[in-house]
């Protein structure tokens, strides 16, 4: 397939435009997409940069990472495996880039296929993995947490109150096992004590279990001081985040590195996040995406 033949999108990729314009890509610069999913950035980065032998994209999907394919034949090197892991790798072997994006949280194929698990919306089994690789599931938590441990998930990374965190944590332990999403969801639905309308009462729970299974708060605290190693001077960094947890641990990051004054290494080039609200209105996908971007001093 030629660059400018785009396969069929499966995710329709958040704040394209808006990436585009902050980080701008330039005939024969490299590009490190640490998330690179469906390659719906990727595509439009390398399309620019037309660097596509010192491009790197990562993912720790595998079903993501087959279908970056077409941009591995043209010469971009796949790595299948955690950004922090690759992150890592990456500095130790002295490897620059001109630009770099983190495009943070699941994508539309891992919650619209229900094998994987993801969504309370149709039954499968409760997964949840992003790397199918790693032994621990959302069916492991599940069944093997103590009710203190399913309580702060839910609390912490669901941000839910105390004690609705806690009456789904003792329902989780009496109803074991469970093995489906459907399953969770009715529990927690049960739970549920007032009237709902648009927003399930299982959304909040799925996405802790979904943050702890993949411990992505973690992994988003342990890449973002490697990020300035990665940059050649002058390169930009931008990350997109999802919600609130993740985009408070991206701005206060850059917020140290804006007080470090002449000992920083990135400066802010985004005064205020860009949002899907104001920056991609045709797409629902972006409407909670927020796009920090940074430039290496
Ligand atoms: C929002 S999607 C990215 C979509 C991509 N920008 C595109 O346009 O197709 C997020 C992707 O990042 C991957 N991902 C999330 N956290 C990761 C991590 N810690 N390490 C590696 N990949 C991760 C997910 O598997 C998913 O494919």
Do not use: C
């Not at 785009?6 to 005939?27: E, F, G, M, R, W």
């Not at 596509?52 to 990562?58: D, G, K, N």
């Not at 000992?263 to 920090?292: C, F, M, W």
């Amino acid at each position: 397939m030629s660059i400018n033949e785009h396969p069929p999108q499966l995710h329709v990729p958040v704040l394209l435009d808006a990436t585009l314009d902050i980080l701008k890509p330039i005939q024969g610069e490299n590009y490190l997409d640490l998330t690179a999913g469906y390659g719906g950035h990727a595509t439009r980065f390398l399309e620019a940069t037309e660097n596509f032998e010192e491009s790197v994209l990562v993912d720790r999907d595998d079903y993501a990472i087959e279908r970056l394919s077409p941009l591995s034949q043209q010469g971009a090197s796949l790595l299948h495996t955690d950004f922090v892991s690759a992150a890592r790798s990456l500095v130790e072997q002295g490897k620059q880039f001109s630009i770099v994006l983190v495009d943070l949280g699941v994508s539309s194929p891992q919650l619209d296929q229900s094998t994987r698990g993801f969504s309370f919306k149709s039954n499968g089994p409760l997964d949840m993995r992003m790397d199918r690789r790693q032994p621990v599931s959302a069916e492991t938590l599940v069944n093997t947490a103590s009710i203190d441990e399913l309580t702060r998930i839910i609390r912490e990374y669901g941000e839910e109150p105390h004690g609705f965190a806690k009456r789904i944590a003792m329902a989780i332990k009496q109803a074991r096992p469970l093995t489906t999403t459907e399953e969770l969801a009715n529990l927690v639905k049960e739970e549920y004590r007032g009237p709902w309308k648009r927003i399930h009462p299982a959304t909040r729970t799925f996405q802790a279990l979904r943050i702890a299974v993949n411990e992505e708060l973690r992994q988003v605290e342990e890449v973002l001081p490697l990020l300035p190693a990665l940059l050649k001077k002058g390169g930009r960094v931008g990350v997109i985040s999802f919600h609130s947890l993740e985009d408070r641990l991206v701005k206060r990051y850059l917020k140290e590195q804006q007080d470090a004054g002449l000992e920083a290494e990135l400066q802010i080039i985004t005064k205020k996040p860009l949002d899907g609200v104001n920056y991609d209105v045709h797409n629902p996908r972006s409407r909670s995406a927020k796009l920090r971007a940074a430039v290496k001093k």
